[in-house]
């Protein structure tokens, strides 16, 4: 990270916000970001570095720098951008529900880009507080929206509910053992299976 980077603030999701009264060139970010996204299928998130992504998107790493942290918070913005998946809404079948939060968690995770990013990923986002933020906020903003319809409270620490946390770590777990273990609608039913057998049906 640079001085520069150090110097400015952040958004809320972690990233870094440009230099103040200087209006940031949309474009560029765009360009970043796609520069990202097909680097890291080219190569991976190890071998992937700032130069080569700049290079690929036709500016600068100051620029970079100018509007992220770093490699990890700008890998991930790009991975698991905050927009991707609308937060479920609840169905009024409990059965349905779930099936819903685990359809968002395939969504989330089942694409080429992220389970290239993931390992390296995940284990940046161990060291680094702000990228660890960065997840917790994205997974909250799209899995916690059930959690007084499952009738579950969470504890002072916990960021998500448990049920998301089942569903996002066995996809996560999964992806991170064996990269070409399928997110398939056999994969959604069984675990769509497994969680509502807790709960009896709907008017029982």
Known sequence: MTAESRSEGKR????????????????IDVAIIAATRELILESGYPALSLSAIAARAGTTTAAIYRRWAGKA?????????????????????????????????????????????????????VADPQVHTMMISRLAGNLGAF??????????????????????????????????????????DAMTEMITERWPPDGD
Request: aromatic share 4%.
């Open 147 to 188: 959690e007084n319809r499952f009738g579950q409270g969470r504890r002072t620490d916990d960021h998500l509910p448990m049920l998301a946390e089942v569903v996002a770590g066995t996809a996560i777990f999964r992806i991170l053992i064996r990269q070409d273990a399928a997110l398939d609608d056999a994969w959604v």
């Open 12 to 27: 809320a999701d972690g990233s870094a916000l440009g230099p103040p009264g200087r209006p940031r060139d949309g474009r």
């Open 73 to 125: 918070q700008l890998v991930h913005e790009a991975v698991l951008p905050a927009d991707t998946i609308p937060p479920p809404l609840g169905s009024g079948d409990i059965r349905t529900d779930i099936r819903s939060v685990v359809e968002t968690v395939r969504a989330m995770f089942d694409r080429p880009e992220v389970r290239m990013a993931l390992p390296g990923l995940i284990a940046d986002t």
